[in-house]
């Protein structure tokens, strides 16, 4: 019995003494685990400041590009704005080329049936009765009118030739909306075939008209004959 409870002294000694020299070891252990943790705690602190200016330049660089983005667009919507601008322009500014047949006007008339047209009066309106070309159907051979259906600068010319034995030269006008904007004579007196013309550029507007009439002296002549002509044509949309 007094074996056993020696025993059990050593035991319980050895066991207190193993004890003692583990906490010793423990507690630098436990330093050395400490130091270790701090080491890591600074290096995790630095890898965070690390990985923090990783995103921080991150961001920056995303802003910067944001911005440039940005900017492109500026830029962009400022060229569309400009394209925009330049389209409407073009649409005002009209087609200086015209290449569709039904964008066009012009037409071309000249005078047929008979030698000769006389006493013509002041204020008649010259029919020329043949029409060539009509493009745009401006032209109303009915009547000698021209109306314009479309706004823009136009061309207009007549010719034509006087006829000898008549009372007077001849003298017709281009007239616009009854207003004479440009004049040609043909003296036909003493036997000599004369050829008067006259060419205008004229702005109009849907609804203008246009005519050759006899202005000046009264009772004259022309002749026929595909001698006379009457034209215009749209040179560009205003
Ligand atoms: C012009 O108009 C006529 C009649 O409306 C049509 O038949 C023709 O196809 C048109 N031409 C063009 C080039 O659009
Ligand atoms: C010609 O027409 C104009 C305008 O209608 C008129 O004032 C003028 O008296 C006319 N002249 C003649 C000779 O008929």
């Not at 007094?2 to 252990?29: D, M, P, Q, W």
């Not at 066009?104 to 000769?116: E, I, N, Y």
């Not at 281009?174 to 004049?183: F, L, T």
């Amino acid at each position: 019995m007094a074996y056993h409870l020696l025993f059990a002294l050593i035991f319980v000694t050895n066991a207190y003494c193993v004890k003692a020299v583990s906490v010793g070891e423990l507690e630098s252990r436990i330093d050395a685990v400490e130091k270790q943790c701090a080491a890591q705690n600074v290096q995790f602190k630095e890898e965070n400041q690390k990985l923090r200016n990783e995103l921080e330049q991150l961001r920056a660089t995303v802003m910067k590009q944001d911005a440039q983005l940005q900017d492109e667009i500026k830029d962009l919507r400022q060229v569309a704005v400009e394209k925009i601008k330049h389209i409407g322009a073009g649409q005002k500014r009209g087609k200086r080329f015209v290449i569709d047949e039904n964008e066009t006007v012009a037409f071309h008339a000249t005078l047929t049936g008979g030698r000769a047209i006389q006493h013509l009066h002041i204020n008649q309106t010259i029919i020329f009765n043949n029409v060539m070309l009509n493009i745009g159907g401006a032209y109303h051979s009915q009547h000698g009118l021209f109306v314009a259906n479309v706004k823009g600068i136009y061309i207009f010319s007549v010719s034509i030739m006087g006829l000898y034995g008549g009372t007077d030269s001849t003298m017709v006008f281009i007239m616009k909306n009854g207003k004479e904007v440009a004049a040609a004579i043909a003296d036909g007196r003493g036997g000599t075939h004369d050829q008067g013309s006259t060419t205008v550029v004229l702005q109009l507007v849907p609804g203008d008209e246009v005519w050759v009439s006899v202005q000046r002296h009264d009772d004259t002549a022309i002749w026929t004959d595909s001698l006379d002509s009457f034209m215009g044509c749209l040179i560009t949309y205003t």
